[in-house]
């Protein structure tokens, strides 16, 4: 054994303690003695011993009543019964009780040490389950799932998170790229201060430089009055970079420069100022990818890829696609005041097979359509969406890069004459139209159609502005 335990031995005859402590001469057990049952309660509470060894007949009562109390304790210890010849039956109800093992007087010393170390390894065991049982988590933050996949990712958000280093967060869309930001921020020193995100692809070229370090009064047209940027707002706390690969190249220079001093001056100011803060950064496409073909800078690459994060996609996380469908189906039951209590056996089946190639994000939309538009107490298979049932994906995003090729899926009867279309016209015009009709049937909300095609706001904003360049 490689660590000392504490063993309290309970036993009423003093030449006998003597003895059985000269048997444990030079092992790892330190050992503390009592003679009556009063003397063994109080310490119990005070040594607090990882073994006790227990004589049953005792001056001022019964061992078994300790062992009753013992067991009871909010650390239970484990507890081997010594006994005489003839109480060997009163041994065995001990053990019932919750002993793990008894010795029947006289024993040697042979005999004694094989049954504390036996009670040793049972620890020892005993704290690795718990340790592994503490590793299983079947949530962690926002996150719901207790895959090994995920449990990689909750380790990797711990370590992280007790340091100020970046993270880089990266992963196909839907996959919880900004809950695990959050969860670096929530779970670090810096949890008391603000978390600021701000989507790099989100924001117009033009305007990023201001939404991240600020404006004076008059710094442009429009700049009716100075504004503090993302920088600033996130002082003492934490700054996503949320779609960082979207950022142009004069403005990850001037973030490089940031990183590197610490100090910014606001558009139009010639004040430099400083802050403190930390830096997580996520994207959907590969970043190596991005810095070899020149739309990523190297040197701001290795400032903020430091400690990588991968995000699993849906279709690697086993069961983890029915723990949260269920955390879905009861969100949306009790919003929507629907009855649903879980789902059909060919229902779960259809849900574990199908590849989920929008992620979380695409199972959220699946669950709140099915309350919307079923009833009933059950989640039948006919109520999944026929994209489901039959593992096809609806509107391929060629053209798109990323995970964003990997699925747009498209409400059923949303954009018909796309999926139906006969013609053959260019990959961009495909895209193009099942967009702009995805935006017509949501009213004009890119936000909303971003959701049915189940890509990012940032990826339509973008390819509306290409497609208007185009026209120009």
Partial sequence: ?????????????????????????????DIVSVETLAAA?????????????????????????FLADAQASDKPTKIIVMTAHG????????????????????????????????????LRLGKRVSELASLQRDHFGSFIGKSPAMQSVYKTIESLASSDATGFIVGESGTGKELAAEAIHQHSRRHNKEFVAINCGAIPGELMESELFGHVKGAFTGASSSREGAVSVANGGTLFLDEICEMNLELQKKLLRFIQT??????????????????????????????????????????????????????????????????????????????????????EEAIRRYPWPGNVRQLQNAMHQVVVL???????????PTSVTSGQIDVPATGATGSENAHQHISEGAVPHVQRRQQVEPLWLTEKNAIEAAIEVCGGSVNQAAGLLEVAPSTVYRKLQSWKKRQA
Avoid: W
């Fill in 262 to 347: 610490g100090t910014f001056r606001k558009v139009g100011s010639n004040t430099l100022e400083k802050v403190d803060l930390r830096f997580v950064c996520a994207t959907n496409r590969d970043p190596l990818v991005e810095v070899r073909e020149g739309r990523f800078r190297e040197d701001l690459f290795y400032r903020l890829h430091v400690v990588p994060v991968r995000m699993p996609p849906l279709r690697e996380r086993g069961e983890d696609v029915l723990l949260i469908a269920n955390h879905f189906l009861a969100l949306f039951n009790n919003r929507e005041a629907k009855s649903f209590e879980g789902f059909s056996v060919a229902a």
């Fill in 41 to 65: 309660h109080t310490a119990l509470a005070a040594y607090q011993p990882d073994i006790v060894l227990l004589d049953i007949e005792l001056p001022d009562g019964s061992g078994m009543d």
């Fill in 374 to 384: 079923s009833e009933g107490d059950s989640v039948e298979l006919s109520m999944l």
């Fill in 1 to 29: 054994m490689n660590s000392i335990l504490k063993v309290l031995m309970i036993e009423d005859s003093s030449s006998l303690t003597e003895v059985y402590k000269a048997y444990l001469d030079g092992t790892n057990y």
């Fill in 87 to 122: 109480t060997t039956d009163m041994a065995v109800e001990a053990i019932q009780l919750g002993a793990i093992d008894f010795l029947t007087k006289p024993f040697d010393a042979a005999r004694l040490k094989v049954t504390l170390n036996n009670a040793a390894s049972q």
